[in-house]
């Protein structure tokens, strides 16, 4: 290799590192609000967030599929996490992270990630302004407090809305912190603008604290002063039987496939972005080790983000090397700025939330009437209330099984037969169409038994047989034939096509003359 080139190589890796190094400290700078903000949403320590960023954020690089995606914490597993954490405690939390990684190790060992290449779009833009929804309404209870109430000596406590000055006073907040995230890019996109929106909120509270006024703040919510730490091996205090498994095995599955889910999705679009193509089932396989070492660290379990995989890829983050970074810069802030932590004014990560909701719900698709099918407004519409009233995987799954009767109703309505008459006054049924589970009572209506002759020919040139209902659909009408005293042949079925009657030649009797039997009794164009 000439001199020369190796210098350009040096001088483009060199440029490279560069990207990756600044573009992984960007990620990290935005990492921290959205990681204190999830917190907020699963109800658990925003350390803790913190802490599950960094395993989760570095083990998925380190055994990517996909070079320059971000994975954390997020609102899509926190949401799931939620109930779980309130009803039994973060060891249970822990187990599940744990059953959960290993649950996605197996989805991508056993290679089942192509399977994700089945998600209609429709379904993924219901995914996400379902999530949007079900983040927005988990904003509003940090505009309420705890109400003691004592009745005959007991104590109750109540969340009510913040007294009317005090609930101004936050929403003011939270739309000055809107507004500084959508207009400081407008200026520069040197520093994450969430990032200068948390910074503003934090040195106004203080300012405002020293004048009398004080704004809930992260230290208010944990109700005590935050201290980072590294991450610590832990294994959950659970007991080790049925019922434990009966109560993080649902969470953990659904957690699995809302989290592949978004990882899938987050891979798709970083393809698309960088024209490369990621390894869906190593990325599987990297999510489930991140979460399955996460949950013995005491983590909340994570997934890819969207959102900061793009900042990544726009700010030059090309390899691994850029998610690696990422981690490790957030892991450093998180042991010398804790203290910073603690003085976030819930307002700001409100304001954050609400941004991220902005810019995850699919604006567009409430301007898809009358201009996409009708049942592709259906799923969207299905699958966000599914993600709104259920949870995300249940949702998808319903969304794609949806899609797929759908799409199987259309089918089975667009098969239609050409007919014509031979020389010696047999009949030849045409078949154009798929036959198949949704399309068989149509297919059985073309045919007109008692006014055709005695033989009839069933042309399958321009037909596909494809599974067991038209099998048995061909089986009804050679006996309804037979019983008429007529005789049915098949022809010209494709290879795919003869195998299967081939298969089911023990629960089906037809007469099937291939060309090379008879070529000159049947020629068409």
């Given at each position: 290799?000439?001199?020369?080139?190796?210098?350009?190589q040096?001088?483009?890796?060199k440029?490279?590192?560069?990207?990756?190094?600044?573009?992984?400290?960007?990620?990290?700078?935005?990492?921290?609000?959205?990681?204190?903000?999830?917190?907020?949403?699963a109800?658990?320590?925003?350390?803790?967030?913190?802490?599950?960023?960094?395993?989760?954020?570095?083990?998925?690089?380190?055994?990517?599929?996909?070079?320059?995606?971000i994975?954390?914490?997020?609102?899509?597993?926190?949401?799931?996490?939620?109930?779980?954490?309130?009803?039994?405690?973060?060891?249970?939390?822990?187990?599940?992270?744990?059953?959960?990684?290993?649950i996605?190790?197996?989805i991508?060992?056993?290679?089942?990630?192509?399977?994700?290449?089945?998600?209609?779009?429709?379904?993924?833009?219901?995914?996400?302004?379902?999530?949007s929804?079900?983040?927005?309404?988990?904003?509003?209870?940090?505009?309420?407090?705890?109400?003691?109430?004592?009745?005959?000596?007991?104590?109750?406590?109540?969340?009510?809305?913040?007294?009317?000055?005090?609930?101004?006073?936050?929403?003011?907040?939270?739309?000055?912190?809107?507004?500084?995230?959508h207009?400081v890019?407008?200026?520069?996109?040197?520093?994450?603008a969430?990032?200068?929106?948390?910074?503003s909120?934090t040195?106004?509270?203080?300012v405002?604290?020293r004048?009398?006024?004080?704004?809930?703040?992260?230290q208010?919510?944990?109700?005590?002063?935050?201290?980072?730490?590294?991450?610590?091996f832990?294994?959950?205090?659970?007991?080790?039987?049925?019922?434990?498994?009966?109560?993080i095995?649902?969470?953990?599955?659904?957690?699995?496939?809302?989290?592949?889910t978004?990882?899938?999705?987050?891979?798709?679009v970083i393809?698309?972005?960088?024209?490369?193509?990621?390894?869906?089932n190593?990325?599987?396989?990297?999510?489930?080790?991140?979460?399955?070492?996460?949950?013995?660290?005491?983590g909340?379990?994570?997934?890819?983000?969207?959102?900061?995989?793009?900042?990544?890829?726009?700010?030059?983050?090309?390899?691994?090397?850029?998610?690696?970074?990422?981690?490790?810069?957030l892991?450093?802030?998180?042991?010398?700025?804790?203290?910073?932590v603690?003085?976030?004014?819930?307002?700001?990560?409100?304001?954050?939330?609400?941004?991220?909701?902005?810019?995850t719900?699919?604006?567009?698709?409430?301007?898809?009437?009358?201009?996409?099918?009708?049942?592709?407004?259906?799923?969207?519409?299905v699958?966000?209330?599914?993600?709104?009233f259920?949870?995300?995987?249940t949702?998808?799954?319903?969304?794609?099984?949806?899609?797929?009767?759908?799409?199987?109703?259309?089918?089975?309505?667009?098969?239609?037969t050409?007919?014509?008459f031979?020389?010696?006054?047999?009949?030849?049924?045409?078949?154009?169409?798929s036959?198949?589970?949704?399309?068989?009572?149509n297919?059985?209506?073309?045919?007109?038994?008692?006014?055709?002759?005695?033989?009839?020919?069933?042309?399958?040139?321009?037909a596909?047989?494809?599974d067991?209902?038209?099998?048995?659909?061909?089986?009804?009408?050679?006996?309804?034939?037979?019983?008429a005293?007529?005789?049915?042949?098949?022809?010209?079925?494709?290879?795919d096509?003869k195998?299967?009657?081939?298969?089911?030649?023990?629960?089906?009797?037809?007469?099937?003359?291939?060309?090379?039997?008879?070529?000159?009794?049947?020629?068409?164009?």
């Amino acid at each position: 290799m000439k001199p020369h080139h190796v210098l350009t190589q040096l001088k483009e890796k060199k440029h490279m590192i560069k990207n990756d190094l600044l573009s992984g400290v960007t990620v990290a700078l935005a990492l921290i609000p959205e990681s204190v903000a999830f917190a907020f949403v699963a109800g658990v320590s925003p350390i803790l967030s913190l802490q599950t960023a960094v395993m989760i954020g570095f083990i998925a690089a380190l055994f990517t599929g996909r070079p320059g995606m971000i994975s954390s914490s997020t609102a899509a597993i926190a949401v799931v996490f939620a109930a779980l954490i309130r009803t039994h405690g973060l060891d249970y939390l822990f187990a599940t992270v744990v059953l959960m990684g290993i649950i996605q190790i197996t989805i991508g060992a056993l290679r089942l990630g192509k399977f994700a290449r089945i998600i209609p779009h429709p379904v993924m833009l219901g995914f996400l302004n379902g999530l949007s929804i079900v983040i927005f309404i988990a904003q509003w209870d940090q505009f309420k407090i705890n109400q003691v109430t004592t009745v005959n000596g007991v104590e109750t406590v109540e969340r009510v809305w913040l007294p009317g000055t005090d609930l101004l006073i936050m929403i003011g907040f939270v739309l000055l912190t809107m507004l500084i995230i959508h207009f400081v890019p407008k200026v520069t996109r040197a520093v994450p603008a969430s990032l200068v929106a948390i910074i503003s909120l934090t040195i106004i509270s203080v300012v405002l604290s020293r004048l009398g006024y004080h704004l809930q703040t992260v230290q208010d919510f944990a109700g005590m002063e935050l201290q980072g730490s590294l991450p610590s091996f832990y294994i959950p205090s659970v007991p080790l039987n049925f019922e434990t498994l009966s109560i993080i095995a649902p969470y953990a599955f659904i957690g699995a496939l809302v989290g592949l889910t978004e990882a899938v999705l987050t891979l798709r679009v970083i393809d698309e972005m960088t024209n490369t193509r990621g390894r869906t089932n190593k990325e599987i396989i990297a999510q489930g080790l991140a979460n399955f070492v996460n949950g013995f660290f005491g983590g909340m379990g994570g997934d890819a983000m969207i959102g900061q995989s793009i900042i990544n890829v726009k700010s030059g983050g090309r390899t691994r090397l850029s998610a690696l970074v990422a981690p490790i810069t957030l892991l450093i802030f998180m042991l010398f700025g804790a203290s910073f932590v603690n003085v976030i004014p819930l307002a700001g990560l409100v304001g954050v939330m609400f941004m991220v909701v902005v810019g995850t719900f699919k604006w567009e698709s409430l301007k898809y009437a009358g201009k996409i099918p009708r049942q592709d407004i259906l799923v969207i519409l299905v699958v966000t209330a599914l993600t709104v009233f259920t949870d995300l995987a249940t949702a998808v799954i319903a969304g794609v099984i949806v899609s797929a009767l759908m799409f199987a109703w259309e089918k089975g309505r667009v098969i239609y037969t050409n007919n014509e008459f031979e020389y010696d006054g047999s009949k030849i049924y045409k078949i154009n169409g798929s036959i198949f589970f949704g399309s068989v009572l149509n297919f059985k209506e073309l045919f007109t038994i008692e006014e055709d002759p005695d033989h009839v020919v069933i042309d399958f040139k321009y037909a596909k047989v494809m599974d067991h209902s038209a099998i048995e659909a061909i089986h009804a009408i050679n006996d309804r034939y037979k019983d008429a005293g007529k005789r049915v042949t098949l022809i010209r079925l494709s290879d795919d096509c003869k195998n299967i009657f081939e298969n089911a030649k023990d629960i089906i009797h037809v007469n099937i003359v291939s060309n090379e039997e008879n070529p000159t009794r049947y020629t068409y164009v």
